[in-house]
T-cell receptor, first 116, second 114 residues
Framework: AQTVTQSQPEMSVQEAETVTLSCTYDTSESDYYLFWYKQPPSRQMILVIR??????QNATENRFSVNFQKAAKSFSLKISDSQLGDAAMYFC?????????????FGKGTKLTVNP | DTAVSQTPKYLVTQMGNDKSIKCEQN?????MYWYKQDSKKFLKIMFSYNNKELIINETVPNRFSPKSPDKAHLNLHINSLELGDSAVYFC?????????????FGPGTRLTVT
């Protein structure tokens, strides 16, 4: 069974600084997709970034980038130039196929606080 | 236009009651999902439907019955509500069931059972 582990229940960062959120996962699949979702207090789930496992190049979306280490099964999220609006719960997820459909398996989340 | 909408956003009810949560997506997606987020924020899939057909049923008690009248709608009916059913329920949709399409989430329904 696939599992996702986020070892940091809470993190904090100063505004304009950089922070890295950790995620490790376990899967027997060779091809899969990884995601970071953000959940602000509004509770809306927002896709931050996604990574295809077959791509060696790390995904980047503006201030958000990942460090994907396939052999180590590690998928960390780096937020540069942190802003107050980045404060949220961040969930790492792996997409797995079951019965011909995809489902997301989530980690337990990391609560990010951004200090002014 | 809201891509994935859920009604109601908040639902407070007593143990033993039956309630429904409705979900609609206007993205033309084929696949829809229900996820449950517990009090510790842990998110877990409950069901997935593709073109009105149940694909994933993740060992959810049979008090929970999803229904998909058409591929734009996926409703969740819960019988005999229990205290442990209190959670936030998210509906999501995606374009298809191959090669990973992004899942778009609704705003969630916070269910409180008293």
């Amino acid at each position: 069974a696939q599992t996702v582990t986020q070892s940091q229940p809470e993190m904090s960062v100063q505004e304009a600084e950089t922070v890295t959120l950790s995620c490790t996962y376990d899967t027997s699949e060779s091809d899969y997709y990884l995601f970071w979702y953000k959940q602000p207090p509004s509770r809306q789930m927002i896709l931050v970034i996604r990574q295809e496992a077959y791509k060696q190049q790390n995904a980047t979306e503006n201030r958000f980038s990942v460090n994907f280490q396939k052999a180590a099964k590690s998928f960390s999220l780096k937020i540069s130039d942190s802003q107050l609006g980045d404060a949220a719960m961040y969930f790492c997820a792996i997409e797995v196929t079951q019965g011909g459909s995809e489902k997301l398996v989530f980690g337990k989340g990391t609560k990010l606080t951004v200090n002014p | 236009d809201t891509a994935v909408s859920q009604t109601p956003k908040y639902l407070v009810t007593q143990m033993g009651n039956d309630k429904s949560i409705k979900c609609e997506q206007n993205l033309g997606h084929d696949t829809m999902y229900w996820y449950k987020q517990d009090s510790k924020k842990f998110l877990k899939i409950m069901f997935s439907y593709n073109n009105k057909e149940l694909i994933i049923n993740e060992t959810v008690p049979n008090r929970f019955s999803p229904k998909s009248p058409d591929k734009a709608h996926l409703n969740l009916h819960i019988n005999s509500l229990e205290l442990g059913d209190s959670a936030v329920y998210f509906c999501a949709s995606s374009q298809g069931w191959a090669n990973s399409y992004e899942q778009y989430f609704g705003p969630g329904t916070r269910l409180t059972v008293t």
